[in-house]
């Protein structure tokens, strides 16, 4: 199931920049949470908003499959030459976070990294990645965050509002994901919070952690 033409995502200048810049950013510690992100998963599992697939040499060995979803046609091409280098099978699907073509409970995780600030409706997209897991399985996130000092969240909103998600992809720098991730049934432990880089800026906080969808009620 591919976007509809009403959903197609096409960010080619975001997607150039995103492919230049991210290599470094692995390099000053991003790599690292990324490993510490998808570390101990297994069984079959879906990634939302793959990228250019920078996180699939993370995998661990147990992962018997990975369905990773990417609708920007540039990201998707770099995530499918990837997707050819890695261990863990792969599949990158034209598809996005709103309609993931997968069946209910059909999984055992799903990833969120770096792309729930982006989605268009971030309601639907969680309500999406709930659908699909199996009772009792995880949403492994890495995400961006509002930030915790008034002043730093008042220009997050004054960037979202203008210019910020025209110049990066749809990104949106101060949304409030983890009170999004509980309103749609997770339970949400407490994550780990950190700032990359770690000056204060608008794009700098940060949080990791596992969600889980509860499990069924005998």
């Known amino acids: 199931m591919g976007a509809t033409t009403e959903e197609r995502v096409d960010h080619p200048l975001f997607a150039r920049l995103y492919a230049r810049t991210a290599p470094a950013e692995d390099r000053r510690g991003l790599a690292a949470r990324r490993a510490a992100l998808l570390r101990g998963l297994a069984g079959d599992v879906i990634e939302i908003g793959a990228g250019d697939g920078r996180n699939f ?16 046609p540039r990201l998707r091409r770099l995530a499918r030459a990837r997707a050819a280098d890695v261990p863990v099978p792969v599949e990158v699907v034209d598809a996005v ?34 659908r699909v897991l199996r009772p009792g399985g995880q949403l492994r996130y890495l995400e961006h965050v509002r930030a915790p000092s008034r002043g730093l969240a008042r220009v997050q909103r004054a960037m979202d509002a203008t210019f910020w998600p025209r110049v990066a992809g749809g990104c949106h720098t101060g949304r409030d994901t983890l009170a999004a991730v509980e309103r749609t049934g997770f339970a949400v432990p407490a994550p780990v919070t950190f700032r990359f880089p770690r000056l204060r800026t608008p794009l700098s906080f940060h949080v990791l952690g596992t969600a889980h969808r509860p499990p069924a009620v005998p």
Not at 57 to 72: G, S
Not at 112 to 120: E, F, M, N, P, R
């Open 57 to 72: 040499a993370h995998y661990p060995a147990a992962v018997t499959r990975v369905v990773a979803v990417e609708p920007e």
């Open 97 to 130: 976070a709103s309609r993931l073509p997968v069946d209910d409970a059909s999984l055992d995780a799903a990833v969120a990294c770096l792309v729930l600030c982006s989605v268009g409706d971030q309601e639907a997209a969680l309500n999406e990645a709930y």
